[in-house]
């Protein structure tokens, strides 16, 4: 069974950057999708970007331009950065290999 332990996450002013970093381990790596999603505070869970084994990359319209998905098949590991931020962009981020969930990490942006 997969297991993902994310990183990277804190507290960061309105136009910074921060790389959220997502480890698996238990399964082949690279033959699964790679996705991140996030949750803020009496939300819903939604979709931020994926990163297919077959090498698409997709985002939700409202990061487009801001955030970068990556993926190194060899460390297991899949990578977001995170630039521009908005204090909108505040969340609990969760990252989603083969339908196995992160532990999530919580990203703040103060204005």
């Known amino acids: 069974q997969v297991q993902l332990v994310e990183s990277g996450g804190g507290l960061v002013q309105a136009g910074g950057s921060l790389r959220l970093s997502c480890a698996a381990s238990?399964?082949?790596?690279?033959?699964?999708?790679m996705g991140w999603f996030r949750q803020a505070p009496g939300k819903q869970r939604e979709f931020v970007a994926v990163?297919?084994?077959?090498?698409?990359?997709d985002y939700a319209d409202s990061v487009k331009g801001r955030f970068t998905i990556s993926r190194d098949n060899a460390r297991r590991i899949t990578y977001l950065q995170l630039n521009s931020l908005k204090p909108e962009d505040t969340a609990t981020y969760y990252c989603?290999?083969?339908?196995?969930w992160g532990q999530g990490i919580q990203v703040t942006v103060t204005s």
């Open positions: 238990g399964r082949t790596f690279s033959s699964y999708a």
């Open positions: 990163f297919t084994s077959g090498g698409k990359i």
């Open positions: 989603n290999v083969g339908g196995a």
